[in-house]
């Protein structure tokens, strides 16, 4: 498994108090208890990873190893899912905890192998922990997930909301952010102007708190200043949507799909005639767009 990356060994911070993630909060406290597999679900950069890894340490685990596998973008992932050596592989994760993030990019036939492999995997001792972005309930109704290990991995869900659907929580994480990069940068941002604050809050986020976390980091590279103002986000907001569009780099095609999807409904509009102009701009059929639309809960 040197493909992997064993990491989180320091307690994970969650910021923010809005209901949706006091309530996540609390699933992953009552999990912790628990020994059975659970699915993380929730749109890019939510926070999945960071409650899978606040789950382990509140587990009986502490202490043993959290070992992560994208599975979308680790290349050994084949070699990974072989049940050869199983016992061998996981040794070292003996009582810890295995994190496999976006099963959903897996092919069905990998799907199948992750099931086998989990089951491997808590035989030794190992707890399962899974993430995805798509909304696998959707994915069953495709038909487009392994049957088996859909049942396998909604025995327990934990849903984190989209930050625009919890704005309460943007600027505490703004201020948890801000006190994290002043400390990294040498800098002493006290914070943003009302103007740039207005926008942090009516922004949809479409990348979550990981794009409001690049945000600030870009905005705070640029300012010389005590307060960051509208002028710094200008050039630093939403670029993780379309910095990627102007300078394409390898990413997951999913996440693509989900990019271009948004452009196309902010240029065309979410009326039905948007969506239909969308739709024949992305070469696809309608059903095809309100299929997309409800798989990344593009709407709100
Ligand atoms: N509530 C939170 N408090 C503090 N930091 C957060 C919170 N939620 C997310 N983050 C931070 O945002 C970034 C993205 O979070 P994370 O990687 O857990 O998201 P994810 O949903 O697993 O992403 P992906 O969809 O890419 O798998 C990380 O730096 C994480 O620490």
Known sequence: ????????????????????????????????????????QGEIGVGKLLMATYLHHESSRLGKPFLQVDCDFDEGIRDILSLENVETKLRFLKGGTLYFREIASLTMDEQARLHRFCLAAEAEGVRVLLGSSQNIHLLMYEKTIDAELYRYATEWEIYIS????????????????IR????R????????????EEVFMSY?????VEELRQSLMRAMILTAESFIGRRHLAESIGQGVDQFLQNPDVMPL???????????????????????RAARALNISLATLYNKVKRYNVNN
């Open 254 to 276: 999913n996440r693509m799909e989900e990019l271009l999807l948004r452009r196309a409904l902010s240029r065309y509009g979410t009326t039905l005639e948007g969506k239909r």
């Open 162 to 177: 989209p930050l625009r659907q919890r704005r309460d929580d943007i600027m505490a994480l703004t201020a948890h952010y």
């Open 185 to 196: 940068l040498r800098k002493s941002v006290q914070g943003l102007t009302p103007q740039a």
């Open 1 to 40: 498994m040197d493909t992997c990356v064993v990491s989180h060994l320091i307690q994970p911070v969650i910021v923010g108090s809005s209901k949706d993630i006091r309530q996540a909060v609390k699933m992953c406290c009552k999990a912790a208890r628990e020994n059975s597999p659970v699915l993380f």
């Open 204 to 208: 949809r986020w479409p990348g979550n």
């Open 180 to 183: 994290e990069f002043n400390q």
